[in-house]
């Protein structure tokens, strides 16, 4: 990758850094990108499918279309000054504890170096920058998949920070979000307790009835809960309102719907036994994801011929710091996937960064969590990957990962990443048999049971609780 590019990427990753923001209100990073691209060539539309925070930046003309998948909002409660070792808040509310402003960077670097490609091979090819919003809160791409975006893309390759270096494989879970709020009768709880309907009553009584069906709901499933509002602060005031937000995971679309179908029941039960109202606000939704074993073997070929990201002894210095206030290593930690376990754990025990590729067999196991990248994977085939961005025993979504964010060995990952990225595209513009098999599985794994966004069509995309 040329000079200029690192430098100019390094410039990007760390203004959005500086800049983080939440789902659908990354105006400041979507902006930063977008302009940047239009300035290196590209035609960029932004504000896509009613999303201010979208924007597709597209290169090239014709067959194939390749789509890279970028993000960049940032998490609540995360602020923290870069390179300290230990928790110290910047003063930020915000915080990139998701190397999302890597990840949508080394989107932008592989831009550019399929640009500069086609323009030598002036061959036909379409590449698309896209920036989606949203993926923590809000599933962003989730409405962009509903909606057509990728309905004429040919294939979507996608990366993702990481302390392992790794070809992703498997699934993820589905999920639905929502907001269950109840309405009763403010009353003095100790003159008229009669006369009072208790809203958090209700909300207590679902949150136990809930409990009460994790006993009877499979293993791989996951239903957990925040109680947004209790209804006020005062014990003698029986409480007139209540709410509290529900996220339910399964392991496919369909089982997912079925368990949030329980969850409602539930709900409406906590209703009746306190003669209280209540209403779903239908908050987001996403879709587990459809793996690709032939864009797996790809992407594994370009990580072969292109190698691990390089290290100078100060990048280890440097990630040690983090190693050692990190979370202790440990075999467990391992995917069942990975066929190079033994050398892997090694390399965890002895290095406070990754420096072996791990290598995973083909999988269909369901990881606990959830992406929107989901939604895009059961439109168009789609690969992701991850790239070591920081040290071994960081936390995902914790202060030590924001801390590295601005960091030499996370720069090198966006780069590392642009890289496999490009020739990732490159191989398949020059050998379309690569998009043929990708679609022959995607076909057979779609053929009994299609797309079917979970997100209403008449639910919109909004900040999360505006609904």
């Not at 590729?357 to 992701?384: I, L, Q, Y």
């Not at 679609?439 to 079917?452: I, L």
Request: proline residues 4%; glycine residues 8%; aromatic residues 10%.
């Amino acid at each position: 990758m040329k000079k200029t590019y690192e430098e100019e990427l390094k410039a990007i990753a760390c203004d959005i850094w500086d800049h983080p923001e939440p789902a659908f209100q990354e105006f400041y990073s979507c902006k930063r990108q977008a302009d940047y691209l239009r300035d290196k060539g590209f035609e960029v539309t932004e504000n896509i499918v009613g999303i201010e925070t979208a924007y597709i930046a597209k290169y090239g003309s014709g067959k194939p279309v390749i789509a890279l998948l970028g993000e960049y909002d940032a998490l609540y409660g995360l602020g923290q000054e870069a390179n300290v070792p230990k928790k110290r808040p910047n003063g930020q509310e915000m915080g990139h504890g998701c190397g999302h402003h890597l990840l949508g960077t080394g989107c932008i670097g592989a831009g550019l170096l399929i640009k500069d490609w086609l323009d030598k091979k002036k061959c036909s090819g379409t590449i698309l920058v896209m920036g989606c919003p949203a993926e923590e809160a809000g599933s962003g791409k989730a409405y962009m998949a509903r909606d057509g975006v990728f309905d004429n893309v040919d294939i979507a390759l996608a990366w993702h920070p990481s302390d392992i270096t790794q070809v992703g494989t498997g699934s993820s879970q589905s999920c639905i979000a929502a907001y269950f709020r109840f309405f009763g009768k403010a009353s003095h709880a100790a003159g008229d307790p009669e006369l009072g309907r208790s809203a958090l009553d209700a909300v207590e009584l679902m949150d136990i009835g809930v409990n009460y069906m994790r006993e009877h709901m499979p293993s791989t499933d996951r239903v957990h809960y925040a109680i947004t509002n209790a209804g006020g602060k005062s014990p003698n005031v029986v409480q007139a309102e209540a709410e509290v937000y529900y996220f339910i995971r399964s392991i496919t679309n369909s089982r997912c719907q079925a368990l949030y179908d329980r969850v409602i029941n539930i709900a409406k039960g906590a209703a009746l036994m306190t003669e209280t109202r209540m209403e779903i606000h239908f908050d987001e939704a996403l879709s587990n994801t459809l793996p690709n074993y032939v864009l797996e073997d790809l992407v594994e070929q370009c990580f072969d011929e292109a190698g691990m990201v390089e290290y100078t002894p100060e990048d280890f210095a440097y990630a040690q710091q983090f190693k050692e206030v990190g979370e202790p290593v440990t075999k467990d930690m391992i995917a069942a996937s990975v066929t190079n376990k033994d050398e892997l754990f090694e390399n965890m025990k002895n290095s406070p960064l990754n420096t072996v590729f791990v290598r995973n067999k083909h999988s269909e196991d369901c990881s606990m969590g959830s992406t929107d990248v989901g939604d895009v994977s059961w439109v168009v085939p789609t690969a992701t990957f991850n790239v070591a961005s920081y040290s071994y025993g960081t936390p995902g979504h914790s202060w030590q990962l924001v801390a590295q964010g601005k960091s030499d060995v996370a720069m090198k990952s966006v780069y590392k990443a642009a890289e496999v990225l490009a020739l990732a595209s490159e191989k398949i513009f020059e050998d379309q048999t690569w998009i043929e098999r990708a679609k022959d599985e995607f076909e057979k794994r779609t053929a009994d049971e299609p797309y079917k966004c979970l997100i209403p069509k008449n639910v919109k995309p909004h900040v999360s609780g505006d609904c």
